[in-house]
């Protein structure tokens, strides 16, 4: 099929839930994927922060073969070797005691919601359950966490939503005190906030709420689920800070590119879980975990998360140069590959033109054009994005609009 035909089946059968790029891609390799028509783009999207190896990494590609022609599925009610392998990786490189396997962002979210909530009524009292996120947040499309979000442009036309959470303004340490409550149970943040428009949490903030949480005896939960797995130039974002969740979720990068999520928790909060209490059918089954190690051992133990550091660091100074360049660039922010320019102008249009000279960047915010591109890029890739990005920036500097 070519793209229009692609396209035009799309519009007649799948639901319309997504406003998608005219854009029918359907092969993919390293940081490079290539349209129906057969032309190449650099991807400096990922799948949305998923494809951190590359698409079709070989060792992925390989390990979910080899599981899919032994076992792809046989349900929780057995144990299963590639969950248990996958947990001790992600429990000996973490503050983890125990992990819970699901199948995305949102379910793991929402896992770690149901658990913080069991966790508060067995050990807090009856009437703890209230959990502080943060405005900007990110955490997910199920109805708990459309609420836990704190942007109500997701939440508009869903109501009534679940009760129990609060809004608090990122990185102000005094609102946070202040909105802590006699049914707060929980504190709930993304290290650096991705869909939100690429903010960074400061060290002193972080450290001041771990401090509210230990005198209040709350849990402190991270959504690392875009922030996590190398994404910022350490395996879990919080790791530069050296401020340690009580809970925290992955996905996205997690199956590299193959769907999983999970959910995890140190021993005593992972401990307020017994049988019975939450489960997933899909979750944790043999297909996901086998990519999900393999992707993992390459993140661990191929020098992946130290080249998204690198790469990462000379990106954002060849893009902070660009900010001295252009007026209508008004901030650079991010660390490792989740990158964001903040322009005073739309930056739609630069995603267009951009992809119309064979690169894919994302815009969230519509101001706030987003890098998250494969943690496998070389300087050399970020040197051809970047001379296609200050094309753009040219023709959209004189008028070219
Ligand atoms: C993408 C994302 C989610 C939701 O993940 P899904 O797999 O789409 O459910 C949750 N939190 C953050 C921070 C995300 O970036």
Redesign the pocket.
């Known amino acids: 099929m070519n793209t229009k035909e692609i396209i035009a089946m799309t519009s007649a059968y799948v639901m319309h839930t997504y406003g998608r790029i005219p854009l029918a891609l359907v092969r993919g390799e390293g940081a490079r994927v290539w349209d129906a028509e057969g032309r190449e783009y650099l991807d400096f999207v990922g799948g949305?922060?998923v494809c951190s190896l590359g698409h079709c990494h070989p060792a992925v590609t390989q390990a979910i073969a080899a599981q899919a022609r032994t076992l792809m599925h046989v349900s929780n009610l057995y144990h299963i070797e590639p969950q248990a392998r996958l947990a001790k990786v992600l429990v000996e490189n973490s503050c983890a005691g125990k992990v819970f396997f699901c199948?995305?962002?949102?379910?793991?979210?929402e896992a770690a919601i149901k658990l913080a909530r069991k966790y508060a009524k067995k050990n807090l009292g009856p009437d703890k359950y209230e959990i502080i996120t943060a405005l900007k947040?990110?955490?997910?499309?199920?109805l708990a966490?459309i609420t836990a979000t704190g942007q109500t442009k997701y939440q508009q036309g869903f109501e009534p939503l679940p009760q129990g959470f609060k809004y608090v303004p990122f990185n102000d340490l005094n609102a946070l005190k202040e909105a802590v409550g006699p049914h707060t149970c929980a504190v709930m943040l993304?290290p650096v906030?991705?869909?939100g428009g690429v903010y960074e949490v400061t060290p002193e903030y972080l450290t001041g709420v771990k401090e509210i949480c230990r005198q209040q005896g709350l849990l402190l939960i991270y959504?690392?689920?875009?922030?996590g797995l190398g994404r910022t130039g350490k395996f879990l974002a919080y790791q530069h800070y050296g401020v340690e969740p009580d809970i925290f979720?992955l996905?996205?990068a997690l199956g590299g590119g193959f769907?999983i999520?999970a959910m995890l928790a140190r021993e005593n909060a992972a401990s307020a879980f017994s049988p019975g209490d939450h489960a997933s059918t899909f979750g944790g089954n043999p297909l996901a975990c086998a990519a999900g190690l393999a992707a993992m051992d390459q993140m661990l133990n191929r020098g992946v998360v130290d080249n998204a550091a690198r790469v990462g660091e000379y990106f954002k100074n060849k893009l902070a140069l660009l900010s001295g360049r252009y007026k209508f660039i008004s901030e650079v922010r991010g660390r490792g590959l989740l990158l964001g320019v903040e322009l005073s102008v739309d930056g739609r249009e630069a995603v267009v033109r951009c992809q119309d000279r064979g690169l894919l960047i994302n815009c969230v915010n519509n101001n706030v054009l987003r890098f998250i591109p494969p943690l496998i890029i070389t300087e050399k890739d970020v040197d051809a994005a970047l001379e296609i990005l200050t094309g753009v920036l040219d023709e959209i500097n004189h008028g070219g609009k």
Request: glycine share 14%.
């Open positions: 949305l922060a199948n995305s962002g949102a379910e793991a979210n947040s990110f955490h997910g499309r199920t966490t993304e906030q991705g869909e959504d690392e689920v875009q922030c979720t996905a996205k769907p999520g």
